[in-house]
């Protein structure tokens, strides 16, 4: 089965047996030609020809699997681009988790980068953020809200989510499109058709998360790609302090409103909104982070600015890297971390 999905189709077995003949006996060529027309027969008996055969060979074969995934992800961005009129080369986040001020909660200070940002269209908005949040009048004590790196709503000046030391002058006008409870920063229509090739963007997360998690598996972050690219890395940051024993996961799901509540599971049983994507998490190496995401320029001192701009330029953390090339665009990636010690407790509902 690891070796059916690199077989030609059955086009090319016959050229190839037509550039064989001088160097095989006859009844050779003839077995191979008889044996491609078997193959053009099974093909157009399975629904879905090729594609669904190997689809089920990479059921039990690893090597189809990720071969079959690279092209298909790879064809998405190709298509996702022209659809939706713009891509980017390679998109990063890096989510921090620190003690929240009131000593009951998590904080989140979390970097994206966008390097080769290109708008293919000129009439085509480019969503950069969205985040959840109640109205200001509407917000109770220790609320979990989203701030500019130096605390402000950003409601009013939404620049103020962007780094410009670390972004393509001049810095692009933002458009703040409101649904509900969502708010979602636009980079607007450009008649020139340009994007800045670079832009650093930094927001904080108050009361984010529950300093003593109530299940083993705890919701730390979803994303929604929203703009093709061709590399993402994501890096997860725990200071020293929070969680001791947690290690991260992530799942690819639909997006739905319901998602964070269904944790990754062992069991190779899979909810009908999961979707199934190699994946793979590196955990960096204890002790002083040097930050560095190889390709992406600056980014070290992009981070080291923020830390020490938030107050945790001598904080420690430990730190987990998550890297995909060719990730789906609209499919929903969610960073959790699991807490071994609390094995015995009940999962959250929703699970499925």
């Known amino acids: 089965m690891d070796l059916m999905h690199f077989v030609p189709s059955p086009g090319g077995l016959h050229i190839f047996a037509d550039l064989a003949r001088r160097h095989a006996d006859p009844a050779s060529i003839e077995h191979l030609r008889a044996a491609a027309d078997r193959f ?56 921090f988790l620190v003690p929240s001020a009131n000593g009951r909660r998590v904080d989140g200070i979390e970097v994206h980068r966008r390097l080769g940002l290109r708008r293919m269209r000129p009439s085509t908005p480019l969503a950069l953020l969205s985040f959840w949040g109640e109205a200001s009048d509407a917000m109770k004590e220790n609320a979990i809200s989203f701030e500019t790196v130096d605390g402000e709503t950003g409601a009013a000046n939404p620049t103020g989510f962007l780094l410009p030391e670390y972004s393509t002058q001049p810095l692009p006008d933002l458009d703040v499109m409101r649904d509900g409870e969502m708010t979602t920063l636009v980079l607007g229509a450009n008649s020139a058709g340009q994007a800045p090739t670079q832009l650093t963007s930094v927001f904080r997360i108050r009361n984010g998360w529950a300093l003593t998690p109530e299940a083993r598996y705890q919701s730390l972050r979803g994303y929604v790609l929203h703009t093709p690219c061709r590399e993402v890395v994501r890096d997860v940051y725990i200071a020293e302090s929070l969680y001791s024993d947690a290690t991260p996961q992530v799942s690819f799901v639909l997006p739905g409103p319901r998602a964070a509540m269904r944790p990754p599971r062992g069991d190779g049983h899979r909810h009908f909104t999961e979707v199934d994507l190699t994946s793979s998490i590196v955990q960096l190496p204890l002790g002083p982070q040097p930050y560095d995401i190889p390709g992406v320029v600056n980014h070290a001192a992009v981070v080291r600015h923020v830390l020490e701009r938030t107050g945790h330029g001598m904080t420690r953390f430990r730190g987990w890297r ?25 999962e959250p509902d929703g699970r499925g």
Do not use: N
């Open 40 to 95: 053009a027969e099974l093909l157009d008996a399975v629904p879905g020809g090729r594609a669904s055969i190997d689809a089920q060979i990479a059921e039990s074969s690893r090597v189809a699997l990720e071969k079959r995934e690279h092209i298909a992800k790879q064809a998405s961005f190709k298509s996702m681009s022209f659809l939706l009129g713009h891509f980017c080369d390679v998109l990063t986040t890096s989510l």
């Open 322 to 346: 998550f890297a995909m090339t060719y990730p789906i665009t609209l499919i929903e990636m969610i960073w959790w971390l699991m807490h071994p010690s609390l094995d015995d407790r009940p």
